[in-house]
């Protein structure tokens, strides 16, 4: 009976020990679960935030390559453009042809400006003076300041015609080929002698830019001596010849290196941004592991 008894204790014991540890498991398991489920959101939260990071990166990168395209675009906009029909021709020699002999044998010129295009990339004032005071530096005219007191009269023009329209990746371009345009009229009869075209090409900044002007301006007295018969120096010939470098080619492997450059960075950008997210989502887990006093090993990711 005492055996029983005893076998019955035991068994009863176990019974309630088994309920206990039911009964503490059950009891255990919503406080699990929830930080389970905590440990859970917080690793979604990170990799939200690392795919945010990620597209991110991948839109800085990409608003950094067409930044860069942009600037390649601009920047061959801006070069110097010289259409195939303005490329500069043999320095002139004298015409062939008859030539007034008026021209050669004027004493007195009046110099004016009678037109000047609304794109024309120069102060025409201050092209005017540059002229003037190129002529009177030859010293082969007298100029002078009425019509009566002319032999000759000196209308310039200064043009900037539209000589092509392009375009691309949304962007039209139009090119403009602005020349010096000389009319030389005989004040007693108002009729038109003789007419000079002379190119302007201009390129650079500042001094580079002012050299560029200065030769575009004695190129046009340069041409107004081969119609009057005067002889040129071999560096007036020179000048003539002379137009700024095209950098089409230069601006290209400019561009296209940019473009690499950008690839290359973003792609560095998104790999460290991943680890950075890896990084920093492995210490919310285990800072918030750590904080619920769950162990290591039983955390997500853990």
């Not at 530096?137 to 009566?148: A, E, F, I, N, R």
């Amino acid at each position: 009976m005492k055996k029983l008894n005893l076998y019955l204790s035991v068994v009863v014991s176990a019974i309630i020990a088994a309920i206990l540890f039911v009964t503490a498991a059950v009891a255990q398991d919503p406080a699990t679960q929830a930080a389970q489920q905590a440990s859970q959101q917080a690793m979604q939260d990170a990799q939200r935030a690392n795919q945010q990071a990620m597209q991110d990166a991948q839109q800085a990168a990409q608003q950094a390559q067409q930044a860069a395209q942009q600037a390649a675009q601009d920047s061959s906009s801006g070069s110097v453009y010289i259409p195939p029909a303005l490329v500069p021709p043999p320095f002139p020699l004298q015409p062939t042809g008859p030539v007034p002999a008026s021209i050669a044998a004027a004493h007195n010129i009046l110099l004016t400006t009678v037109d000047v295009s609304p794109n024309f990339p120069l102060d025409p004032g201050q092209v005017y003076n540059n002229i003037y005071a190129d002529l009177q530096s030859w010293g082969h005219y007298q100029l002078v300041s009425t019509p009566q007191q002319a032999n000759l009269i000196f209308e310039l023009r200064e043009v900037a015609p539209r000589s092509e329209i392009y375009g691309g990746h949304g962007y039209v371009y139009s090119a403009h080929s602005p020349a010096f345009l000389l009319t030389i009229v005989d004040p007693k009869t108002q009729l038109a002698l003789w007419t000079i075209t002379s190119p302007v090409y201009l390129a650079g900044k500042k001094q580079v830019y002012a050299h560029w002007v200065s030769l575009a301006e004695s190129n046009l007295v340069s041409r107004i001596k081969v119609v009057a018969g005067q002889e040129l120096t071999s560096a007036e010939q020179a000048d003539l010849m002379t137009v700024p470098k095209n950098h089409f080619g230069r601006n290209a492997i400019i561009a296209s290196s940019a473009v690499l450059a950008v690839g290359v960075a973003g792609g560095f950008i998104l790999h460290h941004e991943y680890e950075n997210s890896l990084a920093n989502q492995k210490k919310q887990q285990d800072a918030f592991c750590e904080a619920n006093h769950i162990p290591l090993n039983m955390c997500a990711g853990g």
